[in-house]
């Protein structure tokens, strides 16, 4: 045991560097939106078109969709595709499942349109553009789990409720951190809403 802890402590030490560094130093390319109001627990947003990277699944949470999922996805942005390139990674993925099956998705950076980017080699990967729309956003933080993720969208299902605000769609999964990064984590629920400015 004695000779382990330096090997435990190093480890400790650039785990906490890689977690900086994600917060910090290398700035990744968020989706964007628009505030458009903030509200007691949670906040209206409006999300213009994305270009996304999206693979369809049959499992039906987000335990057994994110490792799978994640997976392939990688692939098709760290070379696999036709041109071997390389495009950088960006944040949120956006998880949604249900009991018929589940899609996970990379929105892709802005300079690439669907005409722009490399063609997948993976023919699970499907290049499309998303809606634009207007949503309500619950975040929480830490590592996210199925009762997580549920607990938060029964949460914002009811404060959307008490409103009267009126849902359109099924609730998104979105997680903004590398699994390495264990200060700072965030993580969001997002339900399409019918809303006029």
Excluded: C
């Excluded at 560094?21 to 078109?49: D, M, W």
């Excluded at 499942?97 to 929105?107: A, D, I, R, Y």
């Excluded at 699970?124 to 619950?138: E, R």
């Excluded at 700072?184 to 809303?195: A, F, S, Y």
């Amino acid at each position: 045991m004695k000779n382990k802890i330096p090997y435990i402590a190093l480890f400790l030490v650039v785990s906490i560097f890689l977690s900086f560094k994600s917060l910090s130093v290398f700035k990744t390319e968020n989706q964007k939106y628009r505030l458009v109001k903030k509200e007691a627990g949670y906040e209206i947003r409006f999300y213009p078109q994305a270009t996304l990277a999206t693979i369809y699944s049959s499992g039906t949470d987000y335990k057994s969709v994110a490792s799978n999922g994640f997976r392939k996805l990688a692939g098709y942005i760290f070379g696999g595709n036709d041109q071997g390139k390389s495009i950088s990674m960006t944040a949120p993925v956006h998880m949604a499942f249900n009991e018929k099956g589940s899609t996970m998705s990379f929105v892709m950076p802005e300079n690439y349109t669907e005409a722009t980017l490399p063609v997948p080699k993976d023919e699970n990967v499907h290049i499309s553009k998303s809606t634009a729309q207007y949503v309500a956003v619950i975040t929480f933080n830490g590592y996210a789990t199925d009762e997580k993720i549920n607990e938060q969208q029964i949460a914002l299902k009811q404060l959307l409720d008490k409103n009267k605000v009126k849902t359109t769609g099924d609730f998104t999964f979105l997680g903004y951190n590398a699994p390495y990064q264990f200060i700072g984590r965030k993580n969001e629920v997002i339900i399409p809403i019918e809303w006029k400015e």
